[in-house]
């Protein structure tokens, strides 16, 4: 059974940082081999996508982070973290990972349309 475990997740003022972390198990097919995606979704907003990393190290930002977040893996891990900067209200929000075959992008979004397995999330709160 594959499971994706999201931490790191808390609550901090704005300009403050923290690094969630995702760790894989039970996956059928090499961990380094799949695309590992944050998306995060706030209360009455839609879900959207905010980095991923691909299995070749590339990696993709929303506009709205880029500068202030930065995604990698290890994958000897299996873990994938979001290092957070700069955090603004607006981040405030259920973050969740995600892995698939492959990372679907297009000019500033992050898809999901390559992703197959989903963690449960880990609340991020922001104060000003």
């Known amino acids: 059974q594959v499971q994706l475990v999201e931490s790191g997740g808390g609550s901090v003022q704005a300009g403050g940082s923290l690094k969630l972390s995702c760790i894989a198990s039970?996956?059928?097919?090499?961990?380094?081999?799949?695309?590992i995606a944050w998306f995060r979704q706030a209360p009455g907003k839609a879900r959207e996508g905010v980095a991923d990393?691909?299995?070749?190290?590339?990696?993709s930002y929303h506009d709205s982070v880029k500068g202030r977040f930065t995604i990698s893996r290890d994958n000897a891990k299996n873990t994938v973290y979001l290092q957070m900067n700069g955090l603004k209200p607006e981040d405030t929000a259920m973050y969740y990972c995600?892995?698939?075959?492959?990372?679907?992008?297009?000019?500033?979004?992050?898809?999901?349309?390559?992703?197959?397995?989903w963690g449960k999330g880990t609340l991020v709160t922001i104060s000003s």
């Open positions: 039970g996956l059928m097919y090499s961990y380094s081999n799949m695309c």
């Open positions: 990393i691909s299995a070749d190290d590339g990696t």
């Open positions: 995600a892995a698939g075959g492959y990372c679907s992008r297009a000019p500033s979004i992050i898809g999901d349309a390559g992703m197959d397995y």
